[in-house]
């Protein structure tokens, strides 16, 4: 028998009791609702939000600041020490992290602050069991809100938590702490062995999409055309839908950078090539700004949309136009922009049908170890994490006295 399961049988083998996190807590509060006058770009005292709570982890990173005097004034609401638990409860809802050391810092009303009654509940077990799917689900079901979604203190008071016995949170706390470091140090190993991977794709894609200038030398049998000669622009069969008028479905609705809803019609159905249309990705390129999508669904006119004859001459359309530099074709300062018209001049070269065969097939598999969340690296990362949310879970699953 290991050490919990005689600590549970010991100490509490008729289960136990579960209680609101009102009667755990010695208190809790959000940060201030309203942002203080004086606000500076650098300084001593930050002011934090939501954003700066991720994986259990407070990043200090910020662009808001203020004085010693008002930092003084404000801090009385919240007065983070040492062993308070933060929660996330307006917009990316559910983040939580433990706080390791008296913080000099001001929060923002998306992040509540609790502090513990450590006679009854350790920090550290409070943050696992609010990491809890059970919790988690809870968080989510109730939140209020559409375009900002949000909890009520007096929502996050009600929430339920196991109480064990202090021996029992210790010895859980201790064995989650082992296994998240663990499973810490081998997602930082497979995320590098990602970047290596991604590396050797780009240099790959970039070999194999290597023909020869386009207006000098070329390589044999390959043809430069533009864009509106080998694929069919469907744009005028675009239609924007405000977020207030969509009904939400099964269907996604894309926009410039991938799915950013689902509704309950189509206007597509088939396979499609979207090229980014505006937006800052088109030049800072941080993620595709040319993706294919297939089946039924919805495009707004924040991307174009590419019909192709064949799958090989889509994919490698997809491949080529996300490796090259886009700027003398793009338009516009503040907005970035693409338009239908320069979309038309881009040349792209076009080797033989057999050729274009044999790149798409070396880089679909490169793909598809890269980023395949299914298969692949990506898959691996993801299926660790379900098996430490799996053990977590179980861990924190107490027969209810």
Known sequence: MSKLSELIEKLCPDGVEYKALNEIAEHYTDGMHNLPKGIMDSGEYPILSAQNISGGIIDMNTSKYVLGETFEVE????????????????????????????????????????KPNLSIIESKFLRYALESSSIQNYIQVNAHGAAQRGLYLNQ??????????????????RILDKYTAFETELEENLTAELELRRKQYEFYRDKLLNFGNKS??????????TINEISENCDNQRKPVTGKNRIAGDYPYYGASGVVD?????????????????????????????FS???????????????FETYEE??????????????????GGAQPKLNQQNLNKIPIPVPPLAEQRRIVAILDRFDALCNDL????????????????YYRDKLLSFRQK
Do not use: M
């Open 75 to 114: 801090n009385k609401r919240t007065n983070v020490r040492q062993g308070d638990v933060l929660l996330t409860i307006v917009g990316a809802i559910g983040r939580v992290a433990v706080v390791e050391k008296d913080l000099k810092a001001l929060f923002q009303r998306s992040v509540c602050v609790i």
């Open 293 to 307: 999508i297939s089946g039924k669904n919805w495009v707004n006119n924040h991307a174009h949309v590419l019909k």
């Open 216 to 225: 000098g030398e070329v390589t044999p049998e390959v043809v430069w055309k």
């Open 314 to 331: 889509r994919r490698f359309a997809e491949f080529y136009l996300n490796s090259i530099d886009l700027s003398q074709w793009v338009t």
């Open 374 to 389: 299914t298969s692949g690296i990506p898959a691996e990362i993801a299926a660790r994490q379900k098996q430490y949310e």
């Open 262 to 290: 689902h509704v309950n019609d189509y206007i597509f159905e088939g396979d499609y090539l979207l090229v980014s249309e505006d937006g800052a990705n088109l030049l800072a390129r941080s993620t595709p700004i040319a």
């Open 156 to 173: 996050v008071g009600e929430i339920k938590i196991p109480v064990p016995p202090l021996e029992v949170q210790r010895e859980i706390v």
